[in-house]
């Protein structure tokens, strides 16, 4: 079942039009250099692995129902990825354990500026203080912080590293909503991890603490 | 010749643009001589910067083990 990591545009097209007529081979040569970025984005929204993989499954099957839909100038593996966003939101709108948690857009831009709230000198990169794993968990929790919009566009852009203009039509938002949403994920996510007055950076705790709560 | 003031507040506003090196030349020069002079904004910018380079680094969202093999198998049972 080995596939080309990537393909090139002759390739996609040619695999497209095969999957149209019901090779489903050639489907899954599509959608396999993309497994790795539906299942992140999947994580992104609803956040535990069992629950992404049936959202990634979910997608793919659309998408496959849909085949006929995709505009072949457009990138696969972009409207792929939408595909997962939407069916993610779904899924979490049906989980009453997020009942609370505001997935749908907001009907006006983003108002108000984000004031950061820790102004602690934070040079020393965390990761040589801590080990890997404590790192890694840090991070996720730090990430389970953030207001779902933001989380988004910081997974697509700076895990993902996809470009601002794809985002921007992954999530059907503007490119200036995204660079607004971005800054916001990014200095929530350093007041998360920011050291804090009680150094628990330095006292080498394996558990960060949030010092200022919003 | 010195550049013209900015305030933290549009520091703040453009830092994530800046740490993406997509900022115009104008601004950026006028945020670098803020940053000379600002301490705190100095420790966000590097704070952001080192957000950054963690969030790219240290988040790994592992492939579940047979994660291919069961989405292979949910294609080709349609």
């Keep these: ?214 | 010749m010195s550049v013209i003031e900015i305030s933290c507040l549009e520091v703040w506003r453009e830092l994530s643009n800046y740490v993406d090196d997509d900022v115009a030349p104008e601004l950026r020069a006028r945020m670098e001589a803020h940053f000379k002079s600002c301490a705190h904004c100095k420790a966000v910018l590097e704070g952001t910067q080192n957000v950054v380079k963690l969030v790219a680094d240290g988040i790994e969202y592992e492939l579940p083990s047979g994660f291919s093999d069961r989405l292979y198998r949910k294609i080709k049972d349609k």
């Design chain 1, 1 to 214: 079942m080995g596939s080309p990591a990537t393909y090139s545009d002759a390739n996609q097209a040619e695999l497209l039009r095969r999957a149209c007529e019901g090779d489903k081979e050639a489907f899954y040569s599509l959608v396999r250099p993309c497994e790795r970025a539906v299942y992140v984005a999947a994580m992104s929204i609803v956040n535990n692995p069992a629950d992404a993989e049936e959202v990634a499954q979910e997608a793919v099957l659309k998408a496959l129902a849909h085949l006929t839909g995709f505009r072949a100038e457009a990138k696969f593996s972009t409207w792929l990825i939408q595909i997962t966003i939407n069916e993610a939101r779904s899924r979490l709108r049906k989980d009453r354990r997020h009942l609370y948690e505001s997935i749908d857009e907001p009907r006006t831009d983003e108002e108000g500026d984000y004031t950061p709230k820790d102004f602690a000198d934070w040079r020393e990169i965390p990761s040589e203080a801590l080990k890997r794993d404590e790192l890694r968990n840090a991070l996720k929790r730090a990430l389970a912080t953030l207001p779902l919009k933001y989380r988004e566009v910081l997974i697509l852009r700076d895990i993902q590293n996809l470009s601002i203009e794809e985002t921007a039509e992954i999530l059907g938002i503007s490119q200036g909503n995204v660079k607004t949403r971005l800054l916001r994920a990014r200095l929530q996510m350093r007041d998360a991890l920011a050291p804090g007055i009680d150094g628990s950076w330095s006292s080498g705790k394996p558990e960060y603490k949030k010092v200022r709560p919003w």
